[in-house]
């Protein structure tokens, strides 16, 4: 069974960038459509499996980008403008999909596999 791992978090500065990766140790993320989640399971962002749809909190839009790289294995969340209220440990989440999946999913309980959170502050 594959293990989600995320990196990336940090301590920064408001109005600063990070860039969280998520990988799948013992197998592969291209049998999943993928979400970001922070804190108490709130929805972040979310790809499908295809990596062609993507979707947003209104939150973030604008300033936060969700990618993967099929090659790499990994899922990215490029957080840009950080804000104080961006503060969380974030989440990557994994739900098992048909192979070219074009669907994203938004509600933590339809994911499958969840990692371990990685620790992301905002200073003002």
């Known amino acids: 069974q594959e293990r989600f791992v995320e990196t990336g978090g940090g301590l920064v500065q408001a109005g600063d960038s990070l860039r969280l990766s998520c990988t799948a140790f013992?197998?592969?993320?291209?049998?999943?459509?993928m979400g970001w989640f922070r804190q108490d399971r709130d929805f972040v962002a979310a790809i499908s499996q295809n990596?062609?749809?993507?979707d947003y909190v209104a939150s973030v839009k604008g300033r936060f980008i969700v990618s993967r790289d099929s090659a790499k294995n990994m899922v990215y969340l490029q957080m840009n403008n950080l804000k104080p209220e961006d503060t969380a440990v974030y989440y990557c989440?994994?739900?098992?999909?048909?192979?070219?999946?074009?669907?994203?999913?938004?509600?933590?309980?339809?994911?499958?596999?969840w990692g371990q959170g990685t620790q992301v502050t905002v200073s003002s």
């Open positions: 990596g062609i749809y993507t």
């Open positions: 013992g197998g592969t993320l291209n049998n999943y459509a």
């Open positions: 989440a994994a739900k098992a999909t048909p192979a070219y999946g074009n669907s994203y999913y938004r509600r933590q309980w339809e994911y499958d596999y």
